[in-house]
DNA sequence: CGTGAGGTTGATCCAGGTCAAGTGAAGTGG
DNA sequence: CCACTTCACTTGACCTGGATCAACCTCACG
């Protein structure tokens, strides 16, 4: 793909896109870099814990991810795509950054709420929202690995693979193909259906 | 208390700074406002979801709540204090505001990390890993209502009760009083014992 | 062709959910 | 001052959804 500047939405010139394949590595914790805008895809952010990396968000089309760096100058999680995504290095405006700050602020409250509503319930009402979350409007992508899923919603990889096996069978979403990037659609994926995030 | 303007860390001068009790209203989704500063204690933010009200945040001493209103005109979520706390008005400093912004953005951001690690793992974990991050450094505190403590760590009151009585017993925690506000302190409260928020 | 990452499937077990019946303190109204 | 209610929490008995452990499959790739 040729190299592109875009023009975004806060009308400042940026610099060429970036693909990024299923479960590759965006950025690494630590590692000095620029913030992204994501264009399209999702991505999981991981932070270093004692025992290892744990699952720390989420962020999806159309959030800025290492906005961080601005402030300490490295990255403080690391990232990795979920399914296929595509970003742009993302700068401060000249103007009016506080006011997309202040957009980027609610929009990852309003994702910090969604995904603590994945975290409770049965694991169907858990995985199809997840699914709802990633391609709503019952859009065709293609499936996380079994790995993130379990870790954003806090079930075991056994547990995903049963609980798509059987949203599969009821017809409430259609798997197509296997492994390595299944691409999947169907009733669950509108938020309506799924999502029932009670306390 | 008499009424008293602060001199707060953006050198700004605020309003009047409000006292809010354990499991207070402070605000409701809808309603118009102004953003806050949480000075001392903790805050809940539910959203207003299709089957009632749905737990949807944390928000802790030096955070800033309902900043959305300088983007929406109201607050999006309802806040209500866990245990006692004590809030001042939050403006837009006239300069530095991207800046302040984005510190605020990596405030929700660890937040939304640490709620994620209290939502899974043995309940123990969760219940000691939430009075971890309420009281660190072992200081004593108010303990929240066990449906407060049940809503953030995705458990059952009666899990949490039962939870409770039981580090109280292996002396990891120690409960002063009873009900309305319990006085807690001891072991579990440094954060290293707790919070092992694997995925 | 061998290897490994990613996914599947089965059997077993138990932590925590659910239901149900308490208690005790604080408030309310007569 | 005392019945009555209500809110916040407690305790017990039972049951189940999902974790755990283990074996296996299958594709992609060097």
Redesign the interface.
């Known amino acids: 793909m040729m190299q592109q500047s875009q023009q975004n939405t806060d009308g400042v010139v940026r610099g060429p896109r970036r693909e990024v394949g299923r479960g590759e590595l965006i950025y690494h914790a630590g590692e000095q870099g620029h913030a992204w805008r994501i264009v399209a895809g999702s991505v999981r952010?991981d932070?270093d814990?004692?025992?290892?990396?744990?699952?720390?968000?989420l962020s999806m089309a159309g959030d800025v991810i290492g906005?961080?760096t601005?402030?300490?100058g490295a990255y403080?999680?690391t990232a990795q795509a979920l399914s296929g995504c595509v970003i742009e290095p993302w700068g401060?405006p000249t103007e009016r950054?506080?006011?997309s700050?202040?957009?980027?602020?609610?929009a990852?409250?309003?994702?910090?709420?969604d995904?603590?509503?994945l975290?409770?319930g049965r694991a169907d009402e858990r995985v199809g929202g997840l699914l709802a979350l990633l391609g709503s409007a019952g859009a065709v992508f293609k499936l996380p690995r079994l790995r993130d899923i379990?870790?954003i919603t806090?079930l075991t990889i056994e547990t995903v693979s049963r609980t798509l096996h059987a949203l599969d069978e009821d017809g409430v979403l259609d798997v197509e193909g296997r492994r390595q990037g299944r691409r999947i659609g169907g009733a669950a994926l509108t938020p309506a259906r799924t999502l029932?995030?009670?306390?």
């Open positions: 952010l932070r814990e004692s025992e290892g990396p744990a699952f720390a968000g906005a961080e601005m402030l300490f403080t999680y401060e950054f506080g006011e700050m202040l957009r980027l602020l609610a990852t409250e309003r994702r910090m709420a995904m603590l509503a975290r409770n379990a870790d806090g029932r995030g009670r306390c």
